[in-house]
Structure formats: C-alpha cells, structure tokens
C-alpha cells in the first residue's frame, strides 16, 4: 500500500534563507474511505513563513497488472491511526 500525493497547495507568506531554522507543525486535518489531508504550517519566528495542504491517496498496486496504482480504502491500524484529525505535532530543526 503506499499514500501518493495527488494535489498540494501552498502559500509562501515570508521570506526566508536557506540557512534559517524554522518551526514545522504538521497535522492530519481531514481523513476520507481513502484519501486524507496533511496541513504543514512553517514559522519564522513569530510569524508565518508558508502553509502547505496536501492531499493523499491509500493506494495499492493495480489488480490489472498493469504495474500502476489504484485507490484503495484505508484498513484497519492504517484508518485507527489517521482516521480522525489531530492537533499539530510540531518537529524542531
């Protein structure tokens, strides 16, 4: 199973350099049968850098043998662990 992006959205609100620390909080903030949303938020200090929103796929190798993907539904463990939104985690670098 694997979890392709199928749309991304952003929006850069500050300038920032390659060498600048920023904060990342990610979170699950929709989940479907089989596709959820991933929004990132980057702070630069106490202001917003950019936000990131995007969309997932559960997917499984086709049935066809075709060797490409096809939508599958979140199973089990998978939809227990990313089926509801969550509050943010936030990763320091």
């Known amino acids: 199973m694997g979890i392709p992006v199928v749309d991304v959205h ?16 990610s979170a699950v903030t929709e989940s479907g049968r089989n596709s959820f949303t991933v929004n990132h938020r980057f702070q630069r ?17 086709a049935a066809s043998g075709s060797g490409g993907l096809e939508s599958k539904a979140a199973q089990g463990a998978l939809k227990e662990k990313f089926g509801a939104p969550a509050e943010p985690a936030t990763i320091k670098k």
Do not use: C, H, K
């Open 10 to 25: 952003v929006r850069f609100l500050l300038p920032w350099l390659y060498a600048e620390t920023l904060e990342v909080e």
């Open 45 to 61: 200090g106490q202001g917003l850098a950019a936000e990131i929103a995007e969309n997932r796929v559960w997917s499984a190798q």
